[in-house]
Nanobody, 115 residues
Framework: QVHLVESGGGLVQPGGSLRLSCAASGFTFSLYVMSWYRQAPGKERELVAGISGAGSITKYVDSVEGRFSISRDNAKNMVYLQMNSLKPEDTAVYYC????????WGQGTQVTVSS
């Protein structure tokens, strides 16, 4: 079955960087869009970034454009989210998802941006 496992979260100071990873298994990874979402306390889960199966097309929510970068390694069944210039408002649980409209989610990884 589909299995998604995130890693790489943690506590970072404002202006710092983190790289999130998502290990996928149970499906033909290269055939699917992959995405990152986040959910801050008291807020709805929101799309952060997405990447096409071949990795040639990416999209970002406006608030992270220019700071975050999504990428994938289809040989390793991995998708990444490089987060730079982190802000306190980026604090959230970050989730990996297969596609944009599926119920295939990882368990999430906490990112806390605080001094």
């Amino acid at each position: 079955q589909v299995h998604l496992v995130e890693s790489g979260g943690g506590l970072v100071q404002p202006g710092g960087s983190l790289r999130l990873s998502c290990a996928a298994s149970g499906f033909t990874f290269s055939l699917y869009v992959m995405s990152w979402y986040r959910q801050a306390p008291g807020k709805e889960r929101e799309l952060v970034a997405g990447i096409s199966g071949a990795g040639s097309i990416t999209k970002y929510v406006d608030s992270v454009e220019g700071r975050f970068s999504i990428s994938r390694d289809n040989a390793k069944n991995m998708v990444y989210l490089q987060m730079n210039s982190l802000k306190p408002e980026d604090t959230a649980v970050y989730y990996c998802r297969r596609g944009y409209n599926t119920n295939y989610w990882g368990q999430g990884t906490q990112v806390t941006v605080s001094s």
